[in-house]
Nanobody
């Protein structure tokens, strides 16, 4: 089965930086996209950034110019570089992948367990 394991969260002061990583492991035929979502307490889970296999990236407006998504295709690792962090970025961050386990089956959606990012002075 496929596992997505996030790392890199923590406590940081406003204006600081963090880099999140998400390692995908298991028997994977192909990956259509990988992305980051976040969920603050009492709120819905929202898209932060997503990258497709061809390298195109999409960001939510509030993180444009501050966050950068990247991916090591050979190692199936997704990154999220977060700069100039703000208190409103505080949330649990989840890795997401849309992929095929085999050529003969439809795409499936997988989620990581989440990593907490807290921005506070």
């Amino acid at each position: 089965q496929v596992q997505l394991v996030e790392s890199g969260g923590g406590l940081v002061q406003p204006g600081g930086s963090l880099r999140l990583s998400c390692a995908a492991s298991g028997s994977i035929f192909s990956i259509t996209s990988m992305g980051w979502y976040r969920q603050a307490p009492g709120k819905q889970r929202d898209l932060v950034a997503v990258m497709t296999t061809d390298g195109s990236a999409t960001y939510r407006d509030s993180v444009k110019g501050r966050f950068a998504i990247s991916r090591d295709n050979a190692k199936n690792i997704l990154y999220l570089q977060m700069n100039n962090l703000k208190p409103e970025d505080t949330a649990e961050y989840y890795c997401n992948a849309i992929l095929q386990l085999m050529a003969t089956v439809p795409q499936s959606v997988f989620w990581g367990q989440g990593t907490q990012v807290t921005v506070s002075s």
